[in-house]
Protein backbone atom coordinates (compact mmCIF):
# COMPACT_ATOMS: atom_id res chain seq x y z
CA UNK A 1 0.00 0.00 0.00
CA UNK A 2 1.58 4.12 -0.95
CA UNK A 3 2.05 5.86 2.05
CA UNK A 4 0.24 8.78 0.55
CA UNK A 5 -1.71 11.89 1.78
CA UNK A 6 -5.33 11.93 1.55
CA UNK A 7 -5.48 15.85 0.37
CA UNK A 8 -2.19 16.62 -1.89
CA UNK A 9 -1.26 14.27 -5.18
CA UNK A 10 1.29 15.95 -6.43
CA UNK A 11 3.46 19.17 -6.17
CA UNK A 12 2.26 20.04 -9.84
CA UNK A 13 3.99 23.75 -10.67
CA UNK A 14 6.39 26.18 -8.90
CA UNK A 15 5.75 29.94 -9.83
CA UNK A 16 8.68 32.27 -10.19
CA UNK A 17 9.28 36.35 -9.96
CA UNK A 18 12.47 36.63 -12.59
CA UNK A 19 14.53 40.38 -13.07
CA UNK A 20 14.85 38.99 -16.88
CA UNK A 21 12.28 36.94 -18.45
CA UNK A 22 13.59 37.05 -21.70
CA UNK A 23 16.55 35.44 -20.95
CA UNK A 24 15.07 32.92 -18.13
CA UNK A 25 12.36 31.98 -20.88
CA UNK A 26 15.05 31.02 -22.95
CA UNK A 27 17.02 29.33 -20.64
CA UNK A 28 13.84 26.67 -18.95
CA UNK A 29 13.12 26.05 -23.03
CA UNK A 30 16.40 25.62 -24.47
CA UNK A 31 19.04 24.62 -22.02
CA UNK A 32 16.44 22.95 -19.19
CA UNK A 33 14.17 21.15 -21.90
CA UNK A 34 10.59 22.33 -21.12
CA UNK A 35 8.01 23.41 -23.50
CA UNK A 36 5.99 26.16 -23.26
CA UNK A 37 2.50 25.78 -23.01
CA UNK A 38 0.50 28.66 -22.57
CA UNK A 39 0.63 32.59 -21.87
CA UNK A 40 -1.73 34.44 -19.82
CA UNK A 41 -2.04 36.86 -17.08
CA UNK A 42 1.74 37.87 -17.22
CA UNK A 43 3.07 34.76 -17.18
CA UNK A 44 4.84 31.91 -19.34
CA UNK A 45 3.60 28.75 -18.54
CA UNK A 46 5.69 25.55 -19.60
CA UNK A 47 5.60 21.73 -19.12
CA UNK A 48 7.54 18.80 -18.38
CA UNK A 49 7.24 15.59 -20.44
CA UNK A 50 4.81 14.15 -17.93
CA UNK A 51 0.91 14.77 -17.53
CA UNK A 52 0.42 18.05 -15.42
CA UNK A 53 -0.38 21.15 -17.52
CA UNK A 54 2.76 22.81 -16.27
CA UNK A 55 5.38 22.46 -13.78
CA UNK A 56 6.87 26.20 -14.17
CA UNK A 57 5.68 29.72 -15.13
CA UNK A 58 7.89 32.79 -14.70
CA UNK A 59 6.71 36.34 -14.80
CA UNK A 60 8.64 39.21 -14.78
CA UNK A 61 9.59 41.36 -11.62
CA UNK A 62 11.87 43.62 -10.47
CA UNK A 63 13.64 40.98 -7.67
CA UNK A 64 13.58 37.51 -8.00
CA UNK A 65 11.43 35.23 -5.96
CA UNK A 66 9.42 32.21 -5.79
CA UNK A 67 5.78 32.99 -5.88
CA UNK A 68 4.34 29.91 -5.01
CA UNK A 69 3.90 26.38 -5.12
CA UNK A 70 0.64 24.82 -6.59
CA UNK A 71 0.02 21.37 -5.02
CA UNK A 72 -2.22 19.23 -6.98
CA UNK A 73 -5.35 18.00 -4.82
CA UNK A 74 -6.34 14.20 -5.29
CA UNK A 75 -9.87 15.02 -5.77
CA UNK A 76 -12.25 18.50 -5.41
CA UNK A 77 -13.50 17.56 -1.69
CA UNK A 78 -9.85 17.21 -0.72
CA UNK A 79 -9.36 21.03 -1.51
CA UNK A 80 -12.46 21.68 0.26
CA UNK A 81 -11.40 20.33 3.40
CA UNK A 82 -7.96 21.76 3.08
CA UNK A 83 -9.37 24.52 2.33
CA UNK A 84 -11.85 24.42 6.03
CA UNK A 85 -8.48 23.04 7.67
CA UNK A 86 -6.22 25.95 6.74
CA UNK A 87 -9.31 28.05 7.75
CA UNK A 88 -9.87 26.32 11.45
CA UNK A 89 -5.95 27.30 11.96
CA UNK A 90 -6.29 30.78 11.38
CA UNK A 91 -4.13 30.89 8.30
CA UNK A 92 -4.92 33.84 6.00
CA UNK A 93 -6.45 32.37 2.61
CA UNK A 94 -6.96 34.39 -0.79
CA UNK A 95 -10.73 32.97 -0.38
CA UNK A 96 -13.02 29.97 -0.74
CA UNK A 97 -11.94 27.24 -3.49
CA UNK A 98 -13.29 28.48 -6.88
CA UNK A 99 -13.15 27.41 -10.19
CA UNK A 100 -9.45 29.78 -11.56
CA UNK A 101 -9.50 31.64 -14.47
CA UNK A 102 -5.97 31.42 -15.04
CA UNK A 103 -4.54 28.91 -18.16
CA UNK A 104 -4.89 25.38 -17.18
CA UNK A 105 -7.97 26.21 -15.24
CA UNK A 106 -8.97 23.76 -12.00
CA UNK A 107 -10.75 24.11 -8.73
CA UNK A 108 -9.05 25.49 -6.00
CA UNK A 109 -7.66 28.73 -3.38
CA UNK A 110 -4.43 30.27 -1.88
CA UNK A 111 -3.09 29.82 1.06
CA UNK A 112 -0.01 31.32 3.68
CA UNK A 113 1.90 29.38 5.64
CA UNK A 114 3.08 30.16 9.05
CA UNK A 115 6.06 31.53 7.62
CA UNK A 116 5.00 33.56 4.82
CA UNK A 117 5.13 31.05 2.42
CA UNK A 118 2.51 30.81 -0.45
CA UNK A 119 0.96 27.76 -1.54
CA UNK A 120 -1.80 26.86 -4.17
CA UNK A 121 -3.97 23.47 -3.95
CA UNK A 122 -6.18 23.12 -6.80
CA UNK A 123 -7.93 19.67 -8.67
CA UNK A 124 -8.66 19.53 -12.37
CA UNK A 125 -6.42 21.74 -13.94
CA UNK A 126 -5.80 20.29 -17.54
CA UNK A 127 -3.57 17.59 -18.03
CA UNK A 128 -1.76 16.44 -21.09
CA UNK A 129 -1.61 13.21 -22.70
CA UNK A 130 1.26 10.86 -21.03
CA UNK A 131 3.80 9.66 -22.72
CA UNK A 132 6.13 8.60 -19.78
CA UNK A 133 9.62 9.30 -19.43
CA UNK A 134 11.66 11.05 -22.24
CA UNK A 135 15.68 10.87 -22.53
CA UNK A 136 17.34 13.90 -21.47
CA UNK A 137 14.46 16.00 -20.72
CA UNK A 138 12.54 16.48 -16.86
CA UNK A 139 9.06 14.85 -16.45
CA UNK A 140 7.90 16.88 -13.10
CA UNK A 141 9.06 18.75 -10.47
CA UNK A 142 10.01 15.97 -7.90
CA UNK A 143 10.35 17.98 -5.28
CA UNK A 144 10.75 21.50 -3.80
CA UNK A 145 12.87 21.63 -1.12
CA UNK A 146 12.51 25.07 1.73
CA UNK A 147 14.44 26.26 4.58
CA UNK A 148 12.45 26.85 7.73
CA UNK A 149 13.47 28.85 11.32
CA UNK A 150 10.21 27.71 12.77
CA UNK A 151 10.31 24.33 11.34
CA UNK A 152 8.42 22.95 14.07
CA UNK A 153 4.99 25.52 12.91
CA UNK A 154 5.81 24.58 9.21
CA UNK A 155 6.02 20.82 9.55
CA UNK A 156 2.56 20.87 11.69
CA UNK A 157 0.56 23.19 9.05
CA UNK A 158 1.94 20.88 6.25
CA UNK A 159 0.97 17.64 8.00
CA UNK A 160 -2.39 19.39 9.43
CA UNK A 161 -3.79 21.06 6.60
CA UNK A 162 -2.22 18.73 3.42
CA UNK A 163 -2.00 15.71 5.28
CA UNK A 164 1.85 15.17 4.17
CA UNK A 165 4.05 12.46 5.82
CA UNK A 166 7.33 12.53 7.43
CA UNK A 167 9.69 10.17 5.11
CA UNK A 168 12.99 10.79 7.24
CA UNK A 169 14.66 13.13 9.64
CA UNK A 170 18.33 14.17 9.26
CA UNK A 171 20.02 16.77 11.21
CA UNK A 172 19.45 19.22 8.14
CA UNK A 173 15.68 18.22 6.83
CA UNK A 174 12.59 16.94 7.62
CA UNK A 175 11.47 15.22 3.85
CA UNK A 176 7.76 14.59 3.55
CA UNK A 177 6.12 12.88 1.17
CA UNK A 178 2.48 12.88 -0.13
CA UNK A 179 2.55 9.57 -2.42
CA UNK A 180 5.09 7.07 -3.14
CA UNK A 181 7.98 9.25 -3.95
CA UNK A 182 10.47 9.28 -0.61
CA UNK A 183 9.84 12.89 -0.80
CA UNK A 184 7.82 16.06 -2.88
CA UNK A 185 8.89 18.24 0.25
CA UNK A 186 11.84 18.92 2.22
CA UNK A 187 11.81 21.45 5.36
CA UNK A 188 15.39 22.46 6.51
CA UNK A 189 16.67 23.64 9.62
CA UNK A 190 17.73 26.96 9.19
CA UNK A 191 18.32 30.68 10.13
CA UNK A 192 16.09 32.03 6.90
CA UNK A 193 12.53 30.84 5.40
CA UNK A 194 13.87 31.23 1.51
CA UNK A 195 13.74 28.52 -1.46
CA UNK A 196 16.28 25.96 -1.23
CA UNK A 197 16.27 24.29 -4.25
CA UNK A 198 13.64 23.04 -7.12
CA UNK A 199 14.31 19.71 -8.09
CA UNK A 200 13.25 18.18 -11.85
CA UNK A 201 12.87 14.39 -12.50
CA UNK A 202 14.67 13.31 -15.27
CA UNK A 203 14.10 9.42 -16.38
CA UNK A 204 18.03 7.81 -15.45
CA UNK A 205 21.44 8.69 -14.96
CA UNK A 206 22.15 9.12 -17.80
CA UNK A 207 20.12 12.26 -18.54
CA UNK A 208 21.54 13.64 -15.13
CA UNK A 209 24.79 13.53 -16.77
CA UNK A 210 23.92 14.83 -19.95
CA UNK A 211 22.23 17.87 -18.52
CA UNK A 212 25.09 18.54 -16.39
CA UNK A 213 27.23 18.43 -19.88
CA UNK A 214 24.69 20.65 -21.28
CA UNK A 215 24.35 22.98 -18.38
CA UNK A 216 28.34 23.30 -18.67
CA UNK A 217 28.06 23.81 -22.79
CA UNK A 218 25.73 27.01 -21.77
CA UNK A 219 28.02 28.55 -19.23
CA UNK A 220 26.57 27.14 -16.21
CA UNK A 221 28.67 25.24 -14.17
CA UNK A 222 27.85 22.38 -11.77
CA UNK A 223 27.66 23.88 -8.42
CA UNK A 224 27.24 20.20 -6.66
CA UNK A 225 27.46 16.88 -7.92
CA UNK A 226 27.02 14.36 -9.03
CA UNK A 227 26.65 12.31 -6.24
CA UNK A 228 23.59 10.18 -4.64
CA UNK A 229 22.24 11.28 -1.51
CA UNK A 230 21.37 9.91 1.56
CA UNK A 231 17.74 10.27 2.27
CA UNK A 232 15.95 9.70 -0.77
CA UNK A 233 18.88 8.10 -2.21
CA UNK A 234 18.60 9.93 -5.56
CA UNK A 235 20.82 10.86 -7.62
CA UNK A 236 21.58 14.36 -8.24
CA UNK A 237 23.13 17.41 -9.84
CA UNK A 238 22.62 21.11 -8.37
CA UNK A 239 23.23 24.34 -10.60
CA UNK A 240 22.87 28.10 -10.08
CA UNK A 241 20.20 29.08 -12.80
CA UNK A 242 19.48 32.71 -14.55
CA UNK A 243 18.84 35.28 -11.20
CA UNK A 244 20.97 32.30 -9.40
CA UNK A 245 17.93 30.45 -9.23
CA UNK A 246 18.93 27.08 -7.50
CA UNK A 247 17.88 24.01 -9.31
CA UNK A 248 18.50 20.41 -9.63
CA UNK A 249 18.29 17.73 -12.29
CA UNK A 250 17.75 13.90 -10.36
CA UNK A 251 16.65 10.53 -10.84
CA UNK A 252 15.98 7.37 -9.42
CA UNK A 253 14.19 8.66 -6.40
CA UNK A 254 13.35 6.05 -3.43
CA UNK A 255 10.00 4.73 -3.90
CA UNK A 256 8.36 4.27 -0.39
CA UNK A 257 5.21 2.58 0.89
CA UNK A 258 3.31 1.79 4.87
CA UNK A 259 6.40 -0.49 5.74
CA UNK A 260 8.89 2.27 5.00
CA UNK A 261 10.68 2.67 7.96
CA UNK A 262 10.95 6.19 8.94
CA UNK A 263 14.90 7.31 10.02
CA UNK A 264 15.69 9.73 12.89
CA UNK A 265 18.70 11.83 13.06
CA UNK A 266 20.64 9.70 15.04
CA UNK A 267 20.19 6.87 12.21
CA UNK A 268 22.05 9.06 9.74
CA UNK A 269 25.85 8.74 9.03
CA UNK A 270 28.54 9.64 7.00
CA UNK A 271 32.30 8.79 6.60
CA UNK A 272 34.36 11.70 7.65
CA UNK A 273 34.69 13.94 5.06
CA UNK A 274 31.50 12.88 3.07
CA UNK A 275 28.40 14.21 2.26
CA UNK A 276 26.43 11.95 0.10
CA UNK A 277 26.66 8.11 -0.55
CA UNK A 278 29.64 8.28 -3.42
CA UNK A 279 31.82 10.88 -2.07
CA UNK A 280 33.01 12.09 -6.00
CA UNK A 281 33.08 15.40 -4.73
CA UNK A 282 33.17 17.71 -1.40
CA UNK A 283 29.98 18.91 -1.19
CA UNK A 284 28.01 21.85 -2.65
CA UNK A 285 29.57 25.06 -3.69
CA UNK A 286 30.12 28.63 -2.04
CA UNK A 287 27.99 29.55 -4.68
CA UNK A 288 25.08 27.51 -4.51
CA UNK A 289 25.00 27.47 -0.95
CA UNK A 290 24.52 31.35 -1.00
CA UNK A 291 21.80 30.85 -3.47
CA UNK A 292 19.79 28.28 -1.71
CA UNK A 293 19.20 31.30 1.27
CA UNK A 294 18.38 33.99 -0.93
CA UNK A 295 15.17 33.23 -3.06
CA UNK A 296 12.03 34.63 -0.66
CA UNK A 297 8.56 34.41 -1.61
CA UNK A 298 6.80 37.00 -2.84
CA UNK A 299 4.85 38.80 -0.36
CA UNK A 300 1.20 38.38 -1.37
CA UNK A 301 1.48 35.71 -3.64
CA UNK A 302 -1.08 33.38 -1.72
CA UNK A 303 -3.34 35.32 -3.60
CA UNK A 304 -4.06 33.64 -6.98
CA UNK A 305 -4.44 35.75 -10.14
Known amino acids: ?17 VTNLAESRAFFRDVWRLDEVAQGHGR ?13 SLRQAERPGIVRIVLEARDRAAVDTAF ?5 T ?5 GPPRVLATPGSGYGFGVLDPEGRNYSLVHGMARHEEHGPVHDRPSKITHVNLNSIDNDA ?15 QTKVFRFLSCDSDHHSLGLSFSDNVCLNHIAFEVPDIDSVMRGIGRMRDHGYPIEWGPGRHGAGNNVFAYFCGPDEMPIEYTAEVEQIDDN ?17 QWGVVSGPSERVKRAQSSMPF ?3 GHRLD
Not at 260 to 276: I, Q
Open 84 to 88: QRAVA
Open 90 to 94: GRAVD
Open 298 to 300: VEG
Open 1 to 17: MKLQSSIVRAVASIDLA
Open 154 to 168: SFQFTTDVFDFKLSD
Open 260 to 276: YHVRKPEEWHWPPGRVD
Open 44 to 56: VYFRASGPHFSVL
